[in-house]
């Protein structure tokens, strides 16, 4: 079962949301089985994940990633030094705060911070790169930032994982608003003019369409 709901994930996008609620349901029935299931948990959180991002909604987004922030806060409590746990708790948790504004952004800020500090200490190449992109996010973003901090993150995950495109995009948005448009631009242009992969389209054009969004910008 495991196995079929890792497939029904990677074939997210040919029975969207129902392969991702398939592989909600037969991941939150094995770890109701075995509460122990450091994996069980990962792949739930990331099942979670594909179906708040992709959602049209801001109220399915938000139904998402409520149930990701809710499930990832007991992953965190029964494994404490799992990357995966303290990443999926972190992004969850700014996602929906994304959705709800920003005093809530306000107010997770310093959780989110600690779980995403955590995941990067103890992996930061978990999900190409994530606790990079998270923590690089986190920087640039949320209050109190640091902008020449955020660079630093997202230009290493860049480097470590450049075939996962959301990299591409968050440096980008942060060259922005460091005024270096050129490199920006660099960026979003090899975005922009990439392939289009077969059994991730409708990714690719959300990621696209957000690379647009920052071309606009430059």
Do not use: C
Not at 97 to 117: C, D, E, Y
Not at 166 to 178: E, G, M, P, Q, R
Not at 190 to 214: C, D, M, V
Request: aromatic share 12%; charged share 30%.
């Amino acid at each position: 079962m495991f196995q079929e709901a890792e497939k029904l994930m990677q074939e997210r996008e040919r029975d969207f949301p129902n392969h991702l609620l398939k592989a909600r349901d037969i991941l939150s029935s094995f770890i109701e089985r075995d509460g122990n299931a450091r994996a069980g948990y990962e792949k739930l959180l990331e099942s979670l994940f594909w179906l708040g991002y992709y959602s049209e909604s801001k109220a399915q987004k938000e139904k998402y990633f409520t149930e990701g922030a809710e499930i990832g806060k007991k992953a965190v409590s029964l494994f404490p030094e799992s990357a995966d746990a303290n990443f999926w708790y972190a992004m969850h948790l700014a996602l929906y705060s994304v959705t709800k504004g920003i005093m809530k952004s306000l107010f997770n800020a310093p959780v989110i911070r600690k779980h995403g500090q955590k995941a990067l200490d103890l992996d930061e190449d978990y999900f190409f790169g994530g606790p990079l992109r998270l923590m690089g996010r986190s920087y640039h973003k949320a209050p109190a930032g640091n902008l020449d901090k955020a660079i630093e993150l997202l230009e290493r995950a860049v480097k470590k994982h450049p075939d996962f495109q959301h990299n591409h995009v968050f440096l980008a948005d942060a060259y922005i608003s460091k005024g270096r448009k050129g490199d920006a631009k660099k960026l979003l242009d090899g975005i922009i003019g990439g392939s289009e992969p077969e059994n991730h389209k409708t990714l690719f054009r959300l990621i696209q369409t957000e690379a647009k969004g920052l071309l606009a910008k430059v």
